[in-house]
């Protein structure tokens, strides 16, 4: 991220950015959760077609916005429509982050506990750890803590260095962990139900559910990337740079499926055991591993350092606004945004079995999500609120900004792109908007709003 107005030194700068963004939780705990409670292989091959046709052609839109009017969302809108209700989609968006924020630093909280528990070779009940209230507010403050210090202090782009270093690394253990749990006596049911799809599992709820977790992962629907864009000189080709960030963050995301599903059924648990499924099976794992502690813990490094390069980016995009719009000083807002996000986040963190009201929260259908505090949130912010702003920001770009113009600015810099453009037209205008559209309708109707 950058601090000042300035632009990104390399295209490979760029990439790191907001890939760092991008990779996170979303990938290692949210996608194998998601996907086991929608029942498997299907839900990958519609995540995977939303990832493609619907993902990255509006990351490319908000890319454009950005690069072209040089500014974040809010910004960006009001300089080319001055004025006008448009503006929501960016308010939408610093709304949505703070949300996702707020129960993203939960489940980051017990990432970074798991680093502990792994060295210490703690086999403790994973139920009891998360509904103990001490030990989940204090991690989730630690690790909100962490991420307001370097928004703060301004690190932002010495976090990415050392994560373009382990990242890679990051990597290596996936691959690693995805032949070992291969190798697993039952682990072959496992990669059946992760990779044979049946169709009939397909509801709306699956739908909604791949086109949210689409643009979760590629951190999509806020506005983020159109700060991102606003960042990336003229001479760099976005196209293919956003070709590289959807991929390798898809494959990763299907890469922690090759791991956590054969472990899973070699181990006889339950693919939907919601939030917590990742935290039951990667311990395990490790546990019967040779050396497993010390991967587990440095596993659990990692996987913090992702969260963070995420969470970042996250509390940028309200803190941001409030530097560049209202003029705020940015070493005060910092701590008021977060301390905002932390007193939110506490019914996530209470939700997993300490206070039974959170626990059973249910505001939203069971239909659409399960009833605790944090898996609503997660549907609320990180399906609902991600897929309308999406929806207003891609009308606006396609229709009010114009399509045309957008096409022109990604030309700039990618002569291969001129050769999609047409294609890119006719998603942005009207295949992405209708879709997420009759989609949304859909889920409307279920949940009876
Ligand atoms: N894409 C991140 C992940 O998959 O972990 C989560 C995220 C970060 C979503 C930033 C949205 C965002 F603006």
Request: hydrophobic fraction near 60%; include cysteine.
């Amino acid at each position: 991220m950058q601090d000042e107005r300035g632009l990104w030194s390399s295209k490979f700068g760029f990439i790191m950015a907001a890939a760092g963004s991008a990779i996170g939780l979303g990938n290692i705990w949210r996608y194998p959760y998601i996907v086991g409670e929608n029942g498997g292989a299907a839900f990958v091959v519609l995540y995977l077609i939303f990832v493609l046709l619907i993902g990255l052609p509006y990351m490319l839109a908000e890319f454009s916005l950005g690069r072209a009017t040089q500014l974040n969302a809010v910004g960006a809108i009001d300089k080319v429509k001055p004025g006008t209700k448009w503006r929501i989609a960016g308010f939408m968006g610093i709304i949505t982050s703070i949300g996702i924020l707020s129960f993203y630093g939960v489940i980051a909280g017990w990432t970074f506990g798991f680093i502990f528990k792994s060295i210490a070779a703690d086999t403790s009940d994973f139920g009891a750890f998360i509904a103990n209230p001490l030990i989940e507010i204090g991690l989730y403050a630690v690790f909100i803590l962490m991420t307001t210090l370097i928004v703060y202090k301004g690190v932002a782009s010495g976090i990415e260095k050392w994560s373009k270093i382990l990242m890679p690394v990051l990597l290596l253990i996936i691959i690693g962990l995805i032949i070992y749990a291969n190798l697993l006596p039952g682990s072959s049911a496992g990669l059946e139900f992760y990779l044979l799809p049946d169709f009939s599992k397909i509801t709306f709820k699956t739908v909604l559910a791949a086109l949210g977790q689409a643009f979760f992962s590629l951190s999509l629907g806020l506005g983020l990337m159109v700060t991102f864009g606003s960042y990336i000189p003229k001479s760099i080709d976005i196209f293919s740079a956003a070709i590289i960030i959807a991929l390798t963050d898809a494959a990763i995301a299907i890469m922690a499926g090759l791991i956590i599903f054969p472990a899973l059924f070699a181990m006889g648990e339950n693919p939907a055991s919601g939030p917590a499924l990742v935290f039951i099976v990667f311990p395990q794992l490790f546990m019967q591993m040779p050396g497993g502690a010390i991967v587990g813990a440095f596993f659990f490094v990692l996987l913090s350092i992702a969260a963070l390069t995420s969470t970042m980016s996250l509390l940028e995009v309200p803190v941001s606004y409030l530097v560049d719009q209202k003029n705020l000083k940015r070493s005060k807002i910092v701590w008021l945004v977060a301390a905002f996000v932390f007193i939110i986040g506490l019914p996530s963190a209470l939700s997993q079995g300490s206070v039974d009201f959170f626990t059973n929260f249910g505001l939203i259908p069971l239909s659409l999500s399960p009833p605790d505090f944090l898996s609503q949130m997660s549907f609320i912010f990180g399906d609902m609120f991600l897929t309308i702003g999406a929806l207003i920001l891609c009308i606006f770009i396609a229709w009010v900004w114009g399509a045309d113009k957008a096409a022109r600015e990604l030309e700039i810099g990618s002569p291969l792109f001129a050769k999609f453009a047409p294609l890119w037209k006719i998603l942005i205008k009207f295949v992405i908007p209708i879709v997420v559209f009759v989609i949304l309708l859909g889920i409307f109707k279920i949940s009876g709003v």
